[in-house]
């Protein structure tokens, strides 16, 4: 059962992509067909995680868990393309981790991501995937902010799904962003203090121009945000898995959402199984023991 979101909460239309069901893997399509089209999310956020653990596992250098991390992003992505989803966000580098890894691991990301991108346009092309980049982009290295600018350029009029890398991101700076640009607009009489609503700050987030997410998974089993979204989550949905990153491929993408699927979205509201309402709370008694 689903609830409407509430009143003031940031909606966008659903125009869904045409999906490809016949181009998913026999083992992807078996899930699929469990799951309700109508009731597909418009946006799944995925908290990537577990790309170091997964290779110390193994007895392996981390790079070689950020490599395979990369080939996850790809399968992911296409699965999510086959079956219409609209926008699919992933946390690809935070702010935090920009910042305190150590500097010849943060190199190594910006040499794969730069890999990534030139390897996988033409894949997104083919998949009509449009990529977006949010986050403090402009504190990357120029050379690989040229390799984003290029690919989203290069993917800008595609109609499929939206693939949204975050990328030294961070929530509470966007936030931060997003309350300077509303200092500004009071600072030029553009908008009044006292008139500014929650539309007003989603307009300046990082993410104004997709809905809010209605799943978010995160894998490796860490029960936790990250600093991940954290307006935009306010009714989301969260799927936790066991399973690192470098190991989740698409069909758990779709096992994810037909959990999603189960759950009764409630916004605030009181559910099916929530107790009757009582009709004249007036003249209920209350104790206090």
């Known amino acids: 059962m689903y609830s409407s979101p509430p009143a003031g909460m940031a909606t966008h239309p659903d125009t869904r992509p045409a999906s490809r069901i016949d181009e998913l ?6 899930v699929y067909a469990t799951l309700k089209p109508e009731r597909l999310p418009q946006h799944v956020a995925i908290i990537m995680d577990g790309n170091g653990r997964w290779a110390g596992r193994r007895s392996l250098k981390r790079f070689l868990g950020h490599q395979q991390g990369a080939k996850a992003v790809q399968c992911v992505t296409e699965t999510a393309a086959c079956i219409g989803l609209p926008w699919l966000t992933l946390y690809a580098l935070s702010l935090e981790n920009n910042l305190r890894r150590p500097r010849a691991e943060v190199s ?4 794969l991501l730069k890999t990534y991108l030139d390897d996988n346009i033409a894949r ?8 977006r980049c949010i986050g403090r982009i402009h504190d990357l290295p120029p050379d690989v902010q040229a390799k984003m600018r290029d690919a989203e350029e290069a993917t800008l009029r595609n109609t499929g799904t939206t693939l949204t890398l975050a ?5 509470r700076s966007e936030l931060v962003d997003a309350f300077r640009r509303l200092a500004e607009e009071v600072r030029s009489k553009r908008l009044n203090p006292e008139r500014i609503t929650e539309e007003d700050i989603h307009r300046h987030l990082y993410t104004a121009h997709m809905p809010d997410p209605d799943l978010l998974i995160r894998t490796s089993g860490e029960l936790r945000v990250s600093n991940f979204l954290l307006w935009q989550i306010a009714y989301t949905e969260i799927f936790v898995t ?4 470098p190991d989740f491929r698409g069909i758990h993408l779709l096992e994810a959402i037909a959990a999603f699927q189960r759950r009764e979205r409630r916004y605030g509201a009181i559910g ?6 009582e009709e004249n709370p007036e003249r209920i008694k209350i104790a206090v023991s």
């Open 25 to 30: 893997i026999p083992e992807e399509r078996a």
């Open 167 to 171: 990328l030294n991101y961070g929530a």
């Open 108 to 111: 190594f990301l910006m040499r």
């Open 272 to 277: 099916e199984d929530g107790g009757e309402v």
């Open 124 to 131: 997104m092309m083919k998949n009509n995937i449009r990529l």
């Open 242 to 245: 066991e399973r690192f990153w």
